[in-house]
Nanobody
Framework: QVQLVESGGGLVQAGGSLRLSCAAS????????MGWFRQAPGKEREFVAA????????GYPNSVKGRFTISRDNAKNTVYLQMNSLKPEDTAVYYC?????????????????WGKGTLVTVSS
């Protein structure tokens, strides 16, 4: 069982930056691919970023590529999402996710573990 707790959300002006963190429980953190997803009001959940267990592979959709960076510290059981050049359309609840399969996280289907989310609001 893996428990995920997100933090770092808040209110930021357009063009600003935020760093989200996701702390995971368990002793096998490095065996899990991790990801970030987001859901804006009235919209479906959207894939934001994925990282493999070793950190050697990452993936992003075009909507955030070049602005967002996912990273992980396996010694601290934590995954991060650095968000730069934020736009009002980035406003959403951001969820951390974990699965043994990197491709499952990348595709966003059947992911095993989810956090409860943290709200990011970008004002114009």
């Amino acid at each position: 069982q893996v428990q995920l707790v997100e933090s770092g959300g808040g209110l930021v002006q357009a063009g600003g930056s935020l760093r989200l963190s996701c702390a995971a429980s368990g002793r096998t953190f490095s065996s899990y691919a991790m990801g970030w997803f987001r859901q804006a009001p009235g919209k479906e959940r959207e894939f934001v970023a994925a990282i493999s267990g070793s950190g050697g592979n990452t993936g992003y959709p075009n909507s955030v590529k070049g602005r967002f960076t996912i990273s992980r510290d396996n010694a601290k059981n934590t995954v991060y999402l650095q968000m730069n050049s934020l736009k009002p359309e980035d406003t959403a609840v951001y969820y951390c996710a974990a699965d043994p399969s990197y491709w499952t996280v990348l595709l966003g289907r059947g992911v095993t573990y989810w956090g409860k989310g943290t709200l990011v609001t970008v004002s114009s």
